[in-house]
């Protein structure tokens, strides 16, 4: 999560802990949401949640969504942005990179392409020189390696 997202969280708990305070209540915050219609002793089910969505959809003149096409783009916009996709799995508590990578990978920059000129480039003598790749091998690998 960005700094500036944590920061505006601690704020909120901090005014949260206040409220609970001035309530004569405990300083503890069990949850972060808390419905005003059910004078903020519950959290938002999730059938408020997924209507509020699709509420700010229609007024945004969007396509309807649901809060799981959040997670959507939340996944997407970290891997477009280059985000590990080890740190998105975490992220997304998937068991496995695999599950990550099976629903996001298109969205990995480049599927992997970045710099892969280059990974095979011709690496460079101290002088500058290209090193031609048949270099590399000695012996009866050089011999087998054919150039066309």
Do not use: C
């Amino acid at each position: 999560m960005p700094d500036i997202f944590i920061d505006e969280l601690y704020e909120y708990i901090r005014y949260l802990k206040k409220e609970n305070l001035n309530q004569g209540k405990k300083a503890v915050i069990d949850h972060l949401f808390l419905d005003p219609k059910e004078k903020y002793m519950y959290p938002f089910s999730q059938g408020k949640v997924q209507r509020l969505v699709v509420k700010v959809s229609r007024v945004a003149e969007l396509e309807r969504r649901n809060p799981h096409d959040l997670r959507h783009t939340y996944a997407t916009l970290m891997l477009i942005n280059n985000v590990s996709p080890a740190y998105v799995q975490k992220q997304l508590g998937h068991s496995s990179i695999r599950t990550t990578v099976d629903i996001y990978g298109h969205w990995i920059q480049g599927e992997g392409r970045d710099n892969l000129e280059k990974v095979f480039a011709y690496p460079s003598t101290e002088s500058g020189r290209k090193v031609h790749i048949s270099a590399y091998f000695s012996g009866n690998q050089k011999k087998r390696f054919v150039t066309r």
